[in-house]
């Protein structure tokens, strides 16, 4: 069972060392950076919004928990952001009218969570109001798993307050800020394995805090690729819930889940996958025209019976034979394979290698005979394939190979010649099978969510 808990930590505690992302010269340096912050807090404290605060200590080395790029900046947390602790209130003014009060209990899962909510009827100071972008931070609590827990306030309350075991983070970086915070390299300044301890979040241990600055470029980035790889692991949990037991069947069920669009957001600048239906069949319809491929037998219509699950609405179901086209390749026995290095593809994969090649650019090979057939490859650029194997034509500039490479070995083409002598896959058995059309650029997202997600699974076997 992958442990995605432990993931999720190792994935942010390397993006917050600079080992997730590329280091650009066009980036400029984090001095540059934090000698802005720093002119912004003056010109804060100059105009009264914020108070002064005595100078911290320089970053002693022995403070220092790891390296990170040259263009990087270890800071106090304190000097890029602003921080203030809560409210206190007592039971007597606890009111069903009144300012909104968040508390640790609002905080789940790194999200707010409003469905219990405080009101109160006593004062609140203008610093004891929570804004959108603050993080808020679980500063003490009764349980230490609890103390340091975390979340950005949205703003869908408007100002509210905070409770008094809360604490405000306020910073222009929040959301590299939040990753930051939810980390071993923070979380040590409270933790402590003395059980007795009560740990609390304090203002000093806010203040202290050294935290690794990036350039504000690549901080962005930071964020990009953690919620992109975070999302990505949140898949891998959903289906892991159901499929722990068995890898290949959680691979599977990830590509499940992408062929049939639950993996990716329905963009409306995507279009509709009927238009690129029409699309499709117009250039089939120039290439007969021009004697370029041959009039296929009409298939029949989509009975609603037939359909298998539900897509979304700007998806279209077709028949495959509709968007591919399949010819048996040359034959080529052993004997005859020159001594060479370009591959042999037959049933079942690459069964030789031969000096002359058949295909000169990557081509989707479907296994025609043999206990594989059915089977999905891809070849290399040079390759020869046998006629125990079809080369697939398909409009290159209207379907994604990758994608069409994962619905067609999701369709598993080859399942209805299990009890043949010699099993066989013909067109005339496969293109009449339902495909799940998204629109094309739905379907470069949808490749490339798959492959990611599958590569964090296989990093982990």
Request: with cysteine.
């Amino acid at each position: 069972m992958i442990d995605t808990e432990a993931l999720r930590k190792k994935v942010i505690d390397l993006a917050i060392q600079g080992k997730l992302t590329e280091q650009l010269p066009s980036d400029g340096d984090a001095e540059t950076l934090y000698a802005q912050i720093l002119d912004q807090k003056l010109q804060l404290i100059k105009e009264g919004k914020i108070k002064k605060d005595k100078a911290l200590p320089d970053i002693a080395a022995e403070e220092i928990p790891f390296e990170v790029p040259d263009n990087w900046k270890w800071v106090r947390l304190y000097e890029i952001s602003d921080t203030n602790i809560g409210l206190t209130y007592h039971p007597e003014n606890i009111v069903d009218e009144g300012t909104v009060v968040l508390r640790s209990n609002n905080i789940k899962n790194g999200a707010f969570d409003y469905s219990d909510l405080v009101r109160v009827n006593c004062e609140v100071r203008e610093n004891q109001y929570i804004r959108k972008n603050d993080i808020l931070i679980c500063s003490r609590n009764g349980s230490k798993n609890l103390v340091g827990k975390c979340a950005i306030y949205d703003g869908e309350l408007g100002d509210v307050s905070f409770g008094a075991f809360m604490a405000i983070l306020r910073t222009s970086l929040f959301k590299y800020i939040y990753f930051y915070l939810t980390t071993d390299a923070f979380r040590r300044y409270f933790s402590d394995d003395d059980t007795k301890q009560i740990n609390q979040v304090t203002q000093d241990i806010l203040k202290k805090a050294i935290v690794p600055l990036p350039p504000l470029a690549e901080q962005e980035r930071i964020v990009a690729k953690l919620e992109r790889v975070l999302s990505e692991i949140d898949i891998i949990d959903d289906l892991q819930a159901k499929y722990s037991n068995d890898l290949a069947v959680l691979k599977g069920k990830i590509i499940d889940a992408g062929i049939q669009g639950k993996l990716t957001e329905q963009l409306p600048e995507d279009g509709d996958a009927e238009d690129l239906y029409a699309q499709i069949q117009n250039q089939k319809s120039q290439l007969i025209k021009e004697g370029r491929i041959k009039k296929e037998k009409p298939l029949p219509d989509i009975a609603a019976d037939e359909i298998p699950f539900e897509i979304p609405k700007n998806w279209k179901w077709v028949r495959l034979g509709e968007l591919i086209k399949i010819n048996s390749g040359t034959g080529l026995t052993s004997y005859q394979m020159g001594k060479g290095d370009i591959p042999v593809y037959g049933g079942n994969g690459v069964t030789g290698y031969h000096d002359e090649s058949l295909v000169n650019e990557e081509t989707i090979v479907i296994g025609r005979v043999g206990f594989y057939c059915g089977s999905v490859h891809v070849t290399p650029e040079k390759a020869w394939v046998t006629d125990n194997a079809f080369i697939t034509q398909y409009p290159k500039n209207l379907i994604n190979r990758d994608f069409l490479v994962y619905a067609l070995r999701n369709m598993n083409l080859g399942q209805n010649t299990n009890g043949a002598a010699q099993p066989v896959v013909s067109g005339k058995k496969i293109y009449p099978l339902l495909f799940a059309l998204p629109p094309f650029d739905e379907q470069k997202r949808i490749a490339k969510r798959i492959d990611d997600v599958l590569t964090i699974v296989d990093s982990l076997q």
